[in-house]
């Protein structure tokens, strides 16, 4: 019988407890030795992010059930949790890289948005009033709602500060969604099948009040974006460290907002010329695009990719602090997700449909839902997958919350009493205990030494605080940050061939 996470199992056989995840792993470096040198495993294997790890003994049964390993002296602690094991991030303080990501859903954006303002309420209670998000992340990465959540904490005010805080985020949600996605009349089921659900014009609007003509190189952070072209059919994304250096990727953030919030079937694709002078004296890119999840719905992936290649072989500012990168334990990764729906179908039901029922479904979109709940899955799962391998599972924390039903799962509910009820969810969410994925079947597992997620972004807001105050002392250049004192880590020069 095939197992639902994608792998090969036989009804009756005994899958692998997650006891023995390190003894699985030590045999599969074993096996792995000969691609050592920055050769990607074959296809099948586990992902080989961590392979020089060499030095990690094979646990007995009895050595896997015991107290957790304590933590390096380089690494930080976070609170207590309720069973007394004490968290703690990897990596050496001031030397990693942070980044935040943001997954798209149309309204369901403003579940991150309360868990940002949850966040950001913490690092104000360990640095001042005057913290904000964008002060603690070096890539803040967005798709869709989460795009244009990650412009808006990442555009400069008149002061070269974040234009808005994450309450103001919130509120931006829920201020303007009715204005965005306005109520729908009595024939917008049949409209919809012959054009987008809704006008651009009242986003192009607001976005043009807010933003002005700033553009992707104007962010104070990392800005990253994900689009993807109609006419060249592939995805694009937009980075300020890239924009810095190839003109035609420093667009507008209103033209990127427009473009990764462009949803098929809900609004028009958005076209848009940059000026390109590597091409020419006045000659123009022009683009072609729609919403960034039909590429990447949780764009923390993409995220990995790019702070770690342009550390690596690209002109990243942070090399003087990170002259050699090391691994999974030189990332702090924050991803949000905007909540998956409990809709499912039954096998013979599904047999029957033809393209318009794939398509627009009983007021559900269901090959659109598929395709991005699947994306996100595998994202997590690897990247999970990833720091478990090289023992740093602590540097990454995802929320999600799941089984969502009714207007919640709609991506334009955008009356008062949904989005009151996307509030509570995201509430609900922080309360609830943070769990990790099992590296073995894929299945969310309680992270019961980190408490609830609230404790958790607690727990994080710490370390994203005790990294920025540590970065503080360390020297600018590479020559002197070079000599600095690391943690035991050991050197891994092929990360960049895993990463690009």
Known sequence: MG???????????????????????????????????????????????????????EESPASATAAPRAAPETCTSGTLAADGQEPHCHGTPGRRLTILSLDGGGVRGLIPAVCLEFLEQQLQAFDGA?????????????????????????????????????????????????????????????????????????????????????????????????????????????????????PRFNATLQDLCLATTAAPTFFP????????????????????LIDGGVTANNPAEVAILHAVKDLCIGDSPHRGRIPEFKGYR??????????????????????????????????????????????????????AIRFQIDEVEENYLRLQTSGIVGDMASVDGSSKKN???????????????????????GELVDKTYLGSNRDAL??????????KKARAELPASVEEAAQLPRDNATPLPSIATTFV
């Open 3 to 57: 197992d639902p996470n994608g792998g090969a199992s036989v009804q009756g056989e005994k899958k692998p407890s997650v006891s023995k995840v390190p003894s699985l792993i030590k045999r599969w470096r074993s096996r792995n030795k000969s691609a050592e040198n920055g050769l990607v495993p074959a296809s099948g294997s586990i992902p080989a992010a961590a392979a020089h790890n060499e030095s990690v003994a």
């Open 330 to 383: 030189d990332l702090l990764v924050l991803s949000l997700g905007t909540g998956s729906s409990i809709v499912s179908y039954d096998a013979k039901e599904v047999a029957s449909w033809g393209s318009l029922s794939w398509i627009l479904n009983d007021g559900q979109q269901p090959i659109i839902q598929m395709l991005q709940n699947s994306s996100a899955y595998l994202v997590d799962f690897d990247i």
């Open 130 to 246: 005057d913290a904000r998000i964008a002060d603690y992340f070096d890539v803040v990465a967005g798709t869709s709602t989460g795009g244009l959540i990650a412009t808006m904490l990442t555009a400069p005010d008149a002061n070269k500060r974040p234009l808005l805080t994450a309450t103001q985020a919130k509120q931006f949600y829920l201020d303007k969604a009715a204005t965005i996605f306005p109520k729908p009349g009595i024939f917008s089921s049949v409209t919809s099948l012959l054009g987008p659900k809704y006008s651009a014009s009242p986003m192009k609007k607001i976005l043009a009040d807010t933003l002005k003509d700033l553009k992707v190189t104007d962010s104070v952070t990392d800005l990253l974006i994900t689009t993807f072209d109609t006419k060249t059919q592939q995805p694009v994304f937009f980075d300020k460290q890239v924009a810095q250096r190839v």
């Open 458 to 467: 607690t727990t994080f807001a710490k370390w994203l605080s005790e990294e």
């Open 269 to 288: 694709a958005h076209q848009f010329d940059v000026p390109d002078p590597d091409q020419g004296e006045g000659k123009t890119h022009q683009y072609n």
């Open 419 to 441: 989005m009151q009820n996307l509030v509570d969810l995201s509430n609900k969410l922080l309360d609830e205990k943070a769990k990790y994925r099992n590296a073995i079947n």
